[in-house]
């Protein structure tokens, strides 16, 4: 992946991400002196990056973490990290949360995760999200950034997702509130709705 950083504009709505991958590669053969070493790669996601198993057939064991401190592992079939910008994206189909442009925050998103705390979490835009893949799974897992890009990850591979620190700035042709456009994306029911302008309206007339 490009080694490359960014940031989120608030008031673009946009979330650049920078994403830290830590592999641990070089397996050793049985006549060599086992050893590893770690091979550090950076890359971007404007919408999510996640974590998810390669092998259909079986989970992944993840071990979460939050500012440098462990959250939960889980068993799932993968995690994902999303910014504002994705949060109607793959963070939706996933049972995220809907952010509006505005609010600065990363959110992470567990996929069918076999745990009792597996709800979708929102944490601060400065937070740094750590994904472990442990190293006693069977499998390897895959790192996606915003569904275009892939890295493979071996057992015992960290992946580190934090917000960059370049804003990204992105040019609107229309100035319609996000309110609208969410509506208009998935279709919203909105009818019946009066609004406060129209309220106000009809009391004037009553009282007149």
């Given at each position: 992946m490009t080694p490359t950083s960014g940031g989120a504009d608030p008031t673009a709505g946009s979330g650049l991400r920078r994403v830290l991958l830590l592999t641990h590669t070089g397996r050793a053969?049985?006549?060599?002196?086992?050893?590893a070493f770690c091979k550090a790669l950076t890359g971007h996601a404007l919408y999510e990056a996640s974590v998810e198993k390669a092998?259909?057939?079986?989970?992944?064991e993840l071990v979460v973490e939050i500012d440098g401190?462990?959250?939960s592992r889980?068993?799932?079939?993968?995690?994902?990290?999303?910014?504002?910008?994705?949060?109607?994206?793959?963070?939706?189909?996933?049972?995220?949360?809907?952010?509006?442009?505005?609010?600065e925050a990363l959110m992470i998103v567990p996929l069918s995760a076999h745990a009792l705390f597996a709800r979708p979490?929102?944490?601060?835009?400065?937070?740094?999200?750590?994904?472990?893949?442990?190293?006693?799974?069977?499998?390897?897992?895959?790192?996606?950034?915003?569904g275009r890009r892939t890295v493979d990850l071996p057992p015992?591979?960290?992946?580190?997702?934090?917000?960059?620190?370049?804003?990204?700035r992105l040019v609107r042709l229309h100035e319609a509130p996000f309110t609208d456009r969410l509506v208009a994306k998935f279709g919203l029911p909105v009818e019946g709705w009066r609004g406060a302008a129209a309220r106000?309206?009809?009391?004037?007339?009553?009282?007149a």
């Open positions: 053969e049985a006549h060599e002196v086992a050893r092998a259909r057939e079986r989970m992944i401190r462990p959250l889980w068993g799932c079939d993968g995690v994902v990290c999303a910014t504002p910008t994705g949060s109607t994206a793959y963070n939706f189909s996933a049972g995220g949360p809907v952010v509006w442009p505005g609010v979490m929102v944490v601060a835009p400065t937070s740094v999200i750590a994904l472990e893949v442990l190293s006693h799974n069977e499998g390897a897992g895959v790192l996606w950034a915003d015992g591979a960290r992946i580190e997702v934090r917000r960059g620190a370049t804003p990204v106000r309206r009809g009391g004037e007339g009553a009282d």
